[in-house]
């Protein structure tokens, strides 16, 4: 793998991705149910945006749903399913005057109707827009992202607009999910768990990971820093040695 142009810019994430987990125990400690942990999820998610958005990130990467959710009880994947779509649409106006570009990743198919007007109608609505990439990751799971893009790629040398001779690593990742963003630089993690849960596998290559046991409905500002901080104490070496990158930097 080689240097990626950003190796100069390492003080700032272009690229920040988040598994934002613990709305389920953020609720429980409470005595609440955990329908109202997710309510308060999406206070934290509006939050980043705009911090994001401030901060001229390029793109942020936000695990909503995974293929692996469906599994639980109905009644909290109805919940889900009807906060997404009720969120959908009471933020896409203030996401278009932002200069937001939304899109969502994953097998949209799995969705229904409704939901998936919105989806699409809200992704057209911010085509345009030029600020905070946003990309929501729903009902993805990072295998399938992989399974997707091996799909497409045989379909395209079984139309003959592809020789198989001919693949690379950066063939390949064309197919993907998030093939037009920059690499992800930092991997969020909340609520005390060590694990990548099926989320971006190709896309976190080389990401820096950062996992804190703050609960999600409680990150802000505060934590957001404290993971900027950490990030920016990292040496990101690509496989170099310091001394090569004191040299590419100089
Ligand atoms: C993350 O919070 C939100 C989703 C997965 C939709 P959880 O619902 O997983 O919260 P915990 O892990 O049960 O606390
Ligand atoms: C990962 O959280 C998925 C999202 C944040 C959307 P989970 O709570 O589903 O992860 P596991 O099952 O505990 O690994
Ligand atoms: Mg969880």
Redesign the pocket.
């Known amino acids: 793998m080689s240097i990626p142009d950003n190796v100069h810019a390492l003080k700032r994430p272009r690229h920040i991705a988040i598994?934002?987990?613990g709305n389920g125990r953020w609720a429980k400690r409470r005595h609440l149910p955990r329908m109202l942990g997710h309510q308060e999820g999406v206070k934290a998610v509006r939050k980043v945006i705009k911090l994001c958005g401030e901060m001229r990130i390029e793109a942020l990467t936000l695990?909503?749903?995974?293929s692996?959710?469906w599994q639980r009880p109905e009644q909290e994947v109805n919940y889900l399913m009807t906060l997404f779509l009720n969120t959908l649409k009471n933020e896409i106006d203030k996401l278009t005057k932002n200069n937001v570009q939304l899109r969502m990743v994953g097998n949209l198919e799995g969705f229904n109707q409704p939901l998936r007007e919105w989806i699409d109608k809200s992704q057209t609505l911010t085509a345009k827009n030029t600020g905070l990439q946003l990309v929501i990751a729903v009902n993805y799971s990072g295998q399938w992202d992989i399974v997707q893009a091996a799909q497409k790629i045989i379909n395209q040398v079984k139309a003959g607009k592809l020789e198989t001779e001919i693949l690379t690593r950066e063939i390949f990742a064309e197919y993907l999910s998030l093939a037009d963003l920059p690499a992800v630089d930092l991997l969020i993690r909340t609520s005390g768990?060590y694990?990548i849960?099926n989320f971006l596998l190709w896309q976190l290559a080389y990401s820096e990971l950062y996992f804190t046991d703050i609960l999600w409905p409680d990150f802000d500002e505060h934590e957001l820093n404290k993971a900027l901080q950490f990030y920016t104490q990292r040496e990101r070496r690509f496989g170099c040695i310091s001394e090569q990158l004191a040299e590419i930097n100089a």
């Not at 695990?63 to 995974?66: G, V």
Request: proline share 0%.
């Open positions: 598994i934002m987990d695990f909503a749903f995974s692996e959710n768990e694990r849960s």
